[in-house]
T-cell receptor
Framework: NAGVTQTPKFRILKIGQSMTLQCTQDMNHNYMYWYRQDPGMGLKLIYYSVGAGITDKGEVPNGYNVSRSTTEDFPLRLELAAPSQTSVYFC??????????????FGNGTRLTVT | GENVEQHPSTLSVQEGDSAVIKCTYSDSASNYFPWYKQELGKRPQLIIDIRSNVGEKKDQRIAVTLNKTAKHFSLHITETQPEDSAVYFCAASRKTHGAGSQGNLIFGKGTKLSVKP
């Protein structure tokens, strides 16, 4: 199993551009998450999904959109990139059941810079 | 709102010494408390976790303690080694509508641990 795979690893965007961060997992996990990590800070939840066709907002959803058309894929869309979205983005997934029995698996992250 | 406070933000110890990192949480509904280790430029990785019905859990040189009444939990690393140098994050589960408290985590800001040989 590859686990959680994120692409691209790095990206530089100009203000106002749009892009999609890709995330796919091959563990048949129902729950998927997008977090952002700013320098010296913890991870903040952007969006999450409890299954195909179901998404919900986390702590910091503004400026982002997600979709979950399949169990495997959970792309994150930035429509009008702003400097405040410069961050490292982590996708994560876990199976159903309690968090204790099915902990989060993180991808390797996407480092995004908006200038 | 719900939050997790983590202290200290940086910690430097000599190899072989112990390291303790403390976290407090605000959501009384939190029932799951994982700790993640993140090496520079890498993904966070789970190192130990504890449920609210357990007071302490050990795994070799790592232990976590939980005081539900006081809403705080701590990570203890004994006999530290240079490879323990990393940023450590605590987290607490957050109740979410429709899915109970299963899965959404609130993270602390992290502790940068440096172990000097």
């Amino acid at each position: 199993n590859a686990g959680v795979t994120q692409t691209p690893k790095f990206r530089i965007l100009k203000i106002g551009q749009s892009m999609t961060l890709q995330c796919t997992q091959d563990m048949n996990h129902n729950y998927m998450y997008w977090y952002r990590q700013d320098p010296g800070m913890g991870l903040k939840l952007i969006y999450y999904s409890v299954g195909a066709g179901i998404t919900d907002k986390g702590e910091v959803p503004n400026g982002y959109n997600v979709s979950r058309s399949t169990t495997e894929d959970f792309p994150l869309r930035l429509e009008l990139a702003a400097p405040s979205q410069t961050s490292v983005y982590f996708c994560a997934s876990r199976g159903t059941g309690s968090s204790y029995n099915s902990p989060l698996h993180f991808g390797n992250g996407t480092r995004l810079t908006v200038t | 709102g719900e939050n997790v406070e983590q202290h200290p933000s940086t910690l430097s110890v000599q190899e072989g010494d112990s390291a303790v990192i403390k976290c407090t949480y605000s959501d009384s509904a939190s029932n799951y408390f994982p700790w993640y280790k993140q090496e520079l430029g890498k993904r966070p990785q789970l190192i130990i976790d504890i449920r609210s019905n357990v007071g302490e859990k050990k795994d070799q040189r790592i232990a976590v303690t939980l005081n539900k009444t006081a809403k705080h939990f701590s990570l203890h690393i004994t006999e530290t080694q240079p490879e323990d140098s990393a940023v450590y994050f605590c987290a607490a589960s957050r109740k979410t509508h429709g899915a109970g408290s299963q899965g959404n985590l609130i993270f602390g800001k992290g502790t940068k641990l440096s172990v000097k040989p």
